[in-house]
């Protein structure tokens, strides 16, 4: 067994910052050598050896992290948000000067959720008709969700790509909002029940059959395989990859 | 084990009709007797001693065939639409010179969803929280469905007899339709999908629980085990029953 | 609107205890006047004036608990396991000297577990086939969950009041378990899965439709809101209720 | 647009054949040239000038018809069963010497059905636990079905090959077949119900979330995407390809 990474978190006092220091202290191939909050110098990442940070801090602070354990030869796992375009393309230049670095920006941890998208996008171009139902505790202020949003778009981008005709609909009357949203010429409604945290479902039919993607996610504690699987992986995948799907082997 | 039903099966060459004809005749208790169609006389019954008739027939003929087996003590199973108030009232007058006839006259002769329905409309006092689903076929030209529209109904009764608040929903923004029709202040979403046939989910959330009736109906011969249940039970219940669900034994 | 009820909480130091406090504390129509755990005196509940007790503390002291209520006029909600039928029947014998003192006792608090087993009965004796898939998380060490039994004899017991012939079934082969366990005739299915809480589905199954009543429990706050109803009810059913079902509106 | 397909269909007057006739008929990018039944000569193949050739015969004649077309240049797509090991490969061989031509023997045309099992598959390496249910109408007389076998086998083998742990399982006291049947260490549950035709649920759990993956298989009319697919693409997939996924684009 090779030596355990050193493992670093950043943004530790937060909700998912407690659930990382958690995970990495629990696996076996890993040591935690360092917990930074707000204030705390980053300069405690060379001082303690780190050579990996999960960075899960804030938007106003995570560029700064991520470019100094590139400079510094530690790989990044990234979950913080605000990484635009003209963000992620300064980090890639960086990068290039340190080709030995390893950095993975993810939007979504959720191993199933990102599975979930994935699938749904390759079958997509087999199935006359695709629709989404996406279900979330009653206190969400948006509707439809981000990730229903993105399914959305992703399945249509598949879609056109793969000349596969609008999913077919006869509806001629309707009660008003009864058939959705249409995000991307994807039909998507938005449940919301008090007792449900968040559930997708994507729902592709043909003549005959029907097939159904369910993902339930209950509990932000599914995030930290997903954490776990990128720390273990970016050290040999040098270079920026940007979404955990670019780590799994979705094909066969 | 009792003399055998015997039975008519009025309007038998239509889809309905024909499939009544075959499960009459697969019954042990009944002995098809008669099978009429447009036309035919309904002197036929008398002549061939008929005691029950099901009636699958058209609007247009449906009053004057049931107006029939009343006057001449002969039970009747109805599934025919176009029994409007004025219509049904008019036939209540007529059972009451005749109280030992029964006539059943059921817009929806399929047990599981005459009990999806029944159940909702009992659990919904219980939950903070129910919205509606319906999945159909994409050749359906109405949204939402029917049935939908009326599990919605009752359901809303039930919340306000009950003095039920509102679900919650903190939604502020959404896309257009993302949160599904409003029916009675019950949210109803509706899919279509190639494959699919008529199904129905009503969904129920608590403070950590759900509780999820799911109908699906793939064939009409789903409506032959409350054909069967009405002839079954109809001599048992004079004058006029509305709905199948008079004759299921909800409580316990 | 009345005055609130006075209620005292018994096992409150446990977890069940603990969600009750807040529960009762967060009722509108409800005081928490006393909050007794091991140790404490009974006599508490007279010094604050409690009408009601919510017993959640341990099998050993629940009999003397709801007797001490029941002879000095206090209703009693009692969610302590260990009520065999003798200590029922002395229970019984002493609530009919106090005529006007209700008790519930329920094994179960989660409505949408109760209505679930419920509405799986009366179904039962509508469908030809029946079976129980019941869903838990990893760590538990039995097989099928007791729910899941007790679900089974009563869909059982309710097809042999109705004369309803045994689920068809022609397997010739088979690998060794892959029908489930037969509980009274009925096949139960036990599904163990990291991520999972406690989930059960009935699966009813005639010509051409299915019905499907599944619930989900995610948390164990999902039993307050039985706990609530119990004690907004009990006072107005004097003697002792076995089963939350007793107090719901199965029927129409 | 190109010319159409020129398609032949083997095995015309079985029921999978009938369906196939109807779906290359209908398609506006093939010609349906000729139906062979029994007894007719191989001869018409030539005569009517078919590129392709769809095999739905049965296992006596299937090797023949297949070696007949490899021969003559023409394209097959094969449904027929019975391609053992020593079959394939003496096709393969004969192949070698026609190396324009294309086959696809697939033992299943049912696109959610293949693309379900790949996604399982692949997902099985990320997710602790994973267990089957497979549903089917009460006249089949094996179990588990052979498809949830396949699944199973096929989802142990990718988790063999990561290095994922058996599925955890704490049970210690459980009803003879609770847990169902194992096949290669994974749990696989048979549920037999009227009104069901064949479905298929693979469920995935970890710490705080669940993925599941579900096809409904309603009618055979599901296998002409799949065989239209394999006639769209055999053309330019020369040798042998055994297994529709082979066509599929799964990863991104």
Redesign the interface.
């Known amino acids: 067994m090779s030596a355990p990474l050193k493992v670093a978190v950043l943004g530790a006092s937060g909700r998912m910052g407690a659930e990382a220091v958690k995970a990495v202290g629990a696996a076996n191939d890993m040591e935690l050598v360092a917990t930074l909050g707000r204030g705390d110098s980053l300069e405690i990442l060379l001082e303690t050896g780190a050579t990996h940070v999960v960075d899960l801090s804030v938007p106003a602070s995570t560029e700064a992290n991520v470019r100094f354990a590139v400079e510094h030869g530690i790989h990044a796992v990234v979950g913080t948000t605000g990484w635009d375009d003209a963000k992620r393309e300064s980090l890639t230049a960086l990068l290039s000067k340190n080709p030995e670095s390893g950095v993975l920006i993810a939007p979504n941890f959720?191993?199933?959720?990102v599975?979930?998208s994935?699938?749904a996008?390759?079958?997509a171009?087999?199935?006359?008709?695709?629709?989404i139902?996406e279900?979330h505790h009653?206190?969400?202020?948006?509707?439809?969700s981000g990730t229903a949003v993105r399914t959305a778009e992703l399945i249509a981008a598949e879609r056109a790509a793969a000349g596969v005709a609008p999913?077919?609909?006869?509806?001629?009357?309707?009660?008003?909002?009864?058939?959705?949203?249409?995000?991307d010429g994807v039909?998507?409604?938005?449940?919301?029940?008090?007792?449900?945290?968040a559930h997708q479902e994507v729902?592709?039919?043909?003549?005959?059959?029907?097939?159904?993607?369910?993902?339930?996610?209950?509990?932000?504690?599914?995030?930290?395989?997903g954490v776990l699987?990128g720390l273990r992986t970016v050290a040999s995948r040098p270079g920026l990859t940007y979404g955990l799907?670019g780590y799994?082997?979705?094909?066969?």
Chains 1, 2, 3, 4 share one sequence.
């Open positions: 959720a191993l199933g959720s599975l979930a994935a699938f996008a390759t079958a171009r087999y199935f006359e008709s695709v629709e139902i279900l009653p206190n969400k202020v948006d509707a439809p999913s077919p609909d006869a509806t001629e009357t309707q009660l008003d909002g009864a058939r959705g949203a249409l995000v039909h998507v409604h938005s449940v919301r029940l008090r007792g449900l945290v729902l592709l039919g043909g003549e005959g059959e029907q097939l159904t993607l369910r993902h339930d996610s209950y509990d932000r504690a599914s995030f930290m395989p699987l799907d799994l082997e979705l094909g066969r």
